[in-house]
């Protein structure tokens, strides 16, 4: 099954971060296949990013993972609730990474709306709300700090060119620009708070 390779991680966060938009993110769980298209990104970048974890290049337990070779699942939690999931980004040692904010479901959506709203009722908001958020996407791949690390080349979670890598029909999809503009929830940050480091795709009627 292709996968992106190493390589297309060590380069430029942000290059990456624009360059995911439209590819698909697949996760292996108990045999069963869970993808979803990459529809909106934030980069963080650890040497002059005030919003990412590392910056100024502070390690720490939970940052190590920054610090290792590109290619790599970076997963954290927030508020005690929610993972994030982080792809790591250029060459090892510099701290940088591309957080995943969105996905629109392929494939496997029925395990994925189960892990996600367990027996509740299907509604219109619940199916629109579905993969939009950090938090959302995690708890709809079953991912926790149990799988931080992960190699993003192995064979347990993965990022294709498209959704005919995996034997899934490409969807018709209309006109999309990419888009781009300050990230979410860093307001902390001073002025890494305007960087214009967060991508996503938008149809181009609307």
Not at 35 to 43: D, K, L, P, Q, S
Not at 122 to 137: E, M, Q, S, V
Request: hydrophobic letters at 35%.
């Amino acid at each position: 099954m292709a996968r992106l390779s190493r390589e297309f991680y060590n380069r430029d966060t942000v290059e990456v971060s624009q360059r995911l938009l439209g590819k698909c993110l697949v996760r292996v769980l108990d045999g069963r296949l869970l993808a979803g298209r990459i529809t909106e990104t934030e980069a963080y970048v650890g040497r002059c990013d005030k919003a990412c974890h590392a910056y100024n290049y502070r390690k720490t337990e939970r940052t190590s993972t920054l610090f290792g070779p590109p290619g790599h699942a970076y997963i954290y939690l927030i508020y005690g609730m929610y993972h994030c999931l982080n792809f790591v980004t250029e060459p090892e040692g510099e701290p940088a990474a591309v957080l995943i904010r969105a996905l629109e479901p392929i494939a496997g959506t029925d395990v994925m709306l189960r892990l996600r709203y367990g027996d509740r009722p299907l509604t219109a908001y619940r199916r629109k709300n579905f993969l939009n958020g950090p938090g959302k996407i995690c708890k709809g791949l079953s991912l926790s700090r149990a799988e931080n690390g992960l190699d993003l080349t192995g064979g347990t979670l993965f990022v294709c060119e498209s959704p005919a890598d995996i034997g899934r029909p490409c969807p018709a999809l209309p006109g999309e620009r990419m888009r781009a503009g300050p990230r979410i929830g860093v307001d902390y940050a001073e002025e890494a708070r305007d960087f214009p480091w967060r991508f996503w795709l938008e149809k181009e009627d609307a």
